[in-house]
């Protein structure tokens, strides 16, 4: 909680006392910078916290529409994806692959993921990028076929980790993923990408469409300014 005064004008002006804000999530702030995003009608942010690096936030306007959830089924339908794939570079028709929960914000979706795993247990280590925040870093436990505890890294190599909800990613119940990556458009409605699995030669192109959006098409291309 921070007493806060402002001033108008130049230097010279006096100082005139603002109000009482609550800022942060417990740890003393080090850094802030706040720009209004007209199109999310929001403050987008960036925050640095002591012994922490700095990481992206929101501050909702009054007009800003989150997702609405009625259950916890609805926010886990909202990170949904109807996965379809084929062998890379080869034209054979696209196959069902299955469904996957991507993602761990309730108010933006992934639009760029980029993983691969050099352990044997196939962990997955690499980075994600929000809509419209900063690309982290991304570590993956996987504890069971295609499943992984996900943990994101705000602010640089030296942040703290936070729990970031179980994904699934991958098909393939006897194999894991070997490398992912995976981009978006429009705003994580669909995303396109590669994936290859381990014991497998070949590479695969993906696709992801949104469940709950309905989306059929995957954007490769960025939408004309309305």
Same mark, same amino acid.
């Given at each position: 909680?921070?007493?806060?005064?402002?001033?108008?004008?130049?230097?010279?002006? !006096? +100082?005139?006392? *603002? /109000?009482?804000w609550v800022l %942060?999530?417990?740890?003393?702030?080090?850094?802030?910078? @706040?720009?209004? &995003?007209?199109?999310?009608?929001?403050?987008?942010?960036?925050?640095?916290?002591?012994?922490?690096?700095?990481?992206?936030?929101?501050?909702?306007?009054?007009?800003?529409?989150?997702?609405?959830?009625?259950?916890?089924?609805?926010?886990?339908?909202w990170r949904t994806?109807?996965?379809?794939?084929?062998?890379?570079?080869?034209?054979? !028709? +696209?196959?069902? *692959? /299955?469904?996957?929960?991507? %993602?761990?914000?309730?108010?933006?979706?992934?639009?760029? @993921?980029?993983? &691969?795993?050099?352990?044997?247990?196939?962990?997955?280590?690499?980075?994600?990028?929000?809509?419209?925040?900063?690309?982290?870093?991304?570590?993956?436990?996987?504890?069971?076929?295609?499943?992984?505890?996900?943990?994101?890294?705000?602010?640089?190599?030296?942040?703290?980790?936070?729990?970031?909800?179980?994904?699934?990613?991958?098909?393939?119940?006897?194999?894991?993923?070997?490398?992912?990556?995976?981009?978006?458009?429009?705003?994580?409605?669909?995303?396109?990408?590669?994936?290859?699995?381990?014991?497998?030669?070949?590479?695969?192109?993906?696709?992801?469409?949104?469940?709950?959006?309905?989306?059929?098409?995957?954007?490769?291309?960025?939408?004309?300014?309305?």
């Amino acid at each position: 909680m921070y007493h806060v005064t402002q001033r108008k004008g130049n230097f010279l002006a !006096p +100082w005139d006392l *603002a /109000g009482t804000w609550v800022l %942060g999530d417990g740890d003393h702030i080090s850094n802030m910078d @706040l720009k209004y &995003d007209d199109e999310l009608q929001a403050l987008a942010a960036a925050i640095g916290y002591v012994g922490t690096g700095t990481m992206g936030f929101r501050i909702a306007g009054k007009d800003f529409k989150a997702p609405d959830y009625e259950t916890a089924a609805d926010e886990a339908a909202w990170r949904t994806f109807r996965i379809e794939k084929k062998q890379f570079f080869q034209d054979v !028709p +696209w196959e069902a *692959a /299955g469904e996957w929960v991507i %993602g761990g914000l309730n108010t933006a979706r992934v639009v760029q @993921l980029e993983v &691969d795993t050099d352990s044997p247990e196939g962990h997955l280590l690499g980075s994600v990028c929000y809509d419209k925040l900063p690309t982290i870093n991304f570590r993956g436990e996987r504890i069971a076929p295609n499943s992984y505890q996900v943990d994101h890294q705000w602010g640089g190599e030296t942040a703290k980790w936070y729990l970031c909800e179980t994904w699934t990613l991958g098909s393939g119940p006897d194999k894991h993923l070997l490398s992912l990556g995976l981009f978006s458009q429009d705003s994580g409605r669909s995303m396109h990408g590669q994936l290859q699995y381990t014991g497998d030669p070949f590479a695969h192109d993906i696709h992801a469409f949104s469940v709950t959006d309905g989306v059929t098409e995957v954007t490769k291309n960025p939408p004309e300014p309305g």
